[in-house]
Every structure is written in structure tokens, then in C-alpha cells.
């Protein structure tokens, strides 16, 4: 049996539930038995595996902040709570990297006017209001 035919018997549920729980491409490779490179070109050979993977991804981002929470709320020691708030940083900033939109620090306009966007009578519209304001 060949690594493809092997990774296109994974259920991809499975495979959508562990990227979901947070653990990382590369321990899934890992439990596969293939390289992380061969599963990141299985997932984006067939599109709607990787439009569902895509999907995971997103929701991976509250079990990072969870797991940022849970690292600090176990520390138990100066040592452990310092070791904690680095993985936490991590974590937040994996959160916000895996979905900018939810956890990311800046918010994103989707639609943006600019002067080339304006007809003329707008262009005059906005600088008679400008000479006025004067």
C-alpha cells in the first residue's frame, strides 16, 4: 500500500477534528506514518479537503486560546507560571495568525473608496467642501 492510497483511506472527519482540537499538521503526519510535506499535498490535491481542512484551521484558533488559558491557570510554581505565560503568548498568537479575524489584533476594512473610485462630481463635490471648510 503506498502513502497516497493509505492517507486517501483517512477519514477526513478525523483528520477536521484533530487540526480543530489544535494539534499540529505535523504530529497528524507523524500518527500517519508520512511526511508533513505529503500530507499538506494530499489535503490540497482534492479541493473540498482542502476547503474542510481550511474550515479547521479557523476553528483551531479557540482551542489555542484555550489552551492558553489552561497553561496559565495550571502553573504551579514562579518557574512554571513564567514558562506558562510564554506558551500562552504563543498560543494567543497562534490564535491570531490561524484566524486574524476573530483573535487578530487589527480589524480589517473590507471596501476602500479612493479618488480614482469618485466620478468628477464627487472629486468637486469633496474639494468645494474642503475650500469651504477653510
Not at 472527519?13 to 487540526?19: N, Y
Not at 497528524?28 to 482542502?50: H, P, V
Not at 513564567?82 to 490564535?95: D, G, I, T, V
Request: charged share 30%; with cysteine; glycine share 4%.
Amino acid at each position: 500500500m503506498t502513502i497516497g492510497s493509505m492517507l486517501d483511506a483517512v477519514d477526513i472527519e478525523w483528520l477536521c477534528d484533530k487540526i480543530t482540537d489544535g494539534d499540529s499538521q505535523r504530529s497528524i503526519a507523524r500518527e500517519l506514518g508520512c511526511s508533513l510535506g505529503t500530507l499538506i499535498n494530499w489535503i490540497a490535491k482534492d479541493a473540498d479537503r482542502s476547503a474542510r481542512v481550511r474550515e479547521a484551521r479557523l476553528s483551531s484558533a479557540r482551542a489555542f486560546a484555550d489552551k492558553a488559558e489552561q497553561v496559565l491557570t495550571n502553573a504551579a510554581d514562579p518557574f512554571g507560571l513564567a514558562k506558562a505565560r510564554e506558551l500562552a503568548s504563543h498560543y494567543r498568537w497562534q490564535a491570531s495568525k490561524t484566524n486574524p479575524r476573530e483573535f487578530g489584533d487589527k480589524i480589517e476594512i473590507d471596501q476602500k473608496t479612493t479618488l480614482v473610485d469618485l466620478t468628477e462630481e464627487q472629486l468637486n463635490e469633496r474639494l468645494a467642501k474642503l475650500l469651504n471648510s477653510e
